[in-house]
């Protein structure tokens, strides 16, 4: 239900970001989405393809990069994927651990074509 | 000309920025507000009533409710508590702007605490800063002592953690250890509470930090 809202948000983000770098066509957006901040699923997609209608974005693609949950050992400095099951390291044995990725939720890079008229003079 | 463009911005930016809004408005007016979230029948009510029964004549308290009837609130209304309802259509969480937008309907100068029940979900409203300033995750006893593994984000999240019906720990199979290693890993400086709000178990713990919080806030503003 929230991803419409969220789905406007990323599109307002990419607009105010194209237009500022004189785009004349956004082709794609890249998100990077991490596991604890996973609040979208494919419907982003759907509801992209409805708000984007008529705009500079229409029709753009969605590249989500899923960035797995880590936990951090303190002990043994190793790193592994989050477990929903337990929170030890596989490594060591320790619980003493914190989490070290995995909470990221932004637009890192639109691909778009610029204004030819612009580009080439 | 294909380029790409970097843009690197954060994809709840706009909820944040009126969640900072709320959060000033709140300061001005002297108000600690609380997220209260939990799943459905974690006892987000419950806890509300029997801290507005505890405080009544100490605290100047508010409520909002994001809710699709308002049952929950009538019996705080009934209370004498200023209430404000933030009908979600079903929404699965309330967000910043809701929240915003229903600042006006309570006497924000009038009061010392505001309590915002969440809707009942462990996930998505852990996403949603609405402006508060303490958000409040209760788990129950019934739930399982799994939650922290379960809804990492939720736990990671919260300032303070209320787990609720301690009395049915008996009945059922509960490993409290689990439970607790999961959430200090997740949230090494989280607050815990172990209540009851059926026996009242606990209960005074949670009322004198939160008192204390609300003296530190009063005299702060």
Redesign the interface.
């Known amino acids: 239900m929230h991803e419409l809202g969220v789905t406007q948000s990323l599109l307002d983000i990419a607009l105010h970001h194209g237009r500022q770098a004189g785009a004349v066509r956004i082709n794609e957006l890249n998100l990077v989405v991490g596991e604890l901040s996973s609040i979208v699923d494919d419907s982003v997609q759907f509801y992209w393809d409805v708000l984007s209608q008529g705009t500079i974005a229409q029709g753009a693609r969605l590249n989500f990069k899923r960035v797995p949950a880590e936990l951090r050992c303190h002990d043994c400095d190793h790193h592994f994927p989050l477990n929903r099951q337990e929170y030890v390291c596989p490594n060591c044995g320790s619980g003493n651990l914190t989490v070290a990725g995995g909470e990221e939720f932004f637009l890192e890079s639109i691909d778009v074509d610029m204004d030819e008229v612009r580009t080439e003079s | ?15 944040d920025q009126i969640a900072a809004q709320t959060r000033i408005q709140l300061d001005r007016a002297g108000v600690l507000a609380l997220n209260i979230m939990a799943s459905p029948g974690g006892g987000k009510t419950s806890v509300i009533l029997k801290t507005i029964e505890a405080f009544h004549d100490e605290v100047r308290m508010g409520v909002m409710d994001g809710d699709i009837v308002p049952i929950d609130l009538e019996k705080i209304a009934d209370m004498g508590i200023p209430v404000s309802l933030i009908n979600t259509g ?4 309330l ?1 910043a702007n809701m929240v915003h937008g229903a600042l006006p309907s309570l006497p924000l100068d009038d009061l010392d605490l505001l309590i915002i029940e969440n809707v009942g979900n462990l ?2 409203p ?3 800063k609405l402006g508060t300033h303490l958000s409040v995750v209760i788990a129950s006893v019934p739930e399982g002592a ?1 939650k922290p ?2 809804y ?2 939720m736990f ?1 999240g919260a300032d303070v953690l209320l787990l609720n019906k301690m009395d049915l720990c008996e009945y059922q199979d509960f490993d409290v250890d689990y439970f607790r ?2 959430v200090e ?2 949230n ?1 400086s989280l607050t815990f509470f172990p209540i009851s709000c059926r026996t009242g178990e606990g209960f005074d713990a949670w009322l004198a930090w939160l008192r204390d919080r609300i003296a530190q806030r009063s005299s702060a503003g």
């Not at chain 2, 000309?1 to 909820?15: D, L, Q, R, Y």
């Not at chain 2, 079903?90 to 969480?93: E, F, L, S, T």
Request: proline letters at 11%.
């Open positions: 000309m294909p380029n790409t463009i970097p843009v690197v911005e954060n994809i709840m930016s706009a909820n079903g929404n699965c969480h967000d996930i998505c852990a996403a949603f799994d593994y379960k990492p984000a990671k290693h999961g890993v997740l090494p």
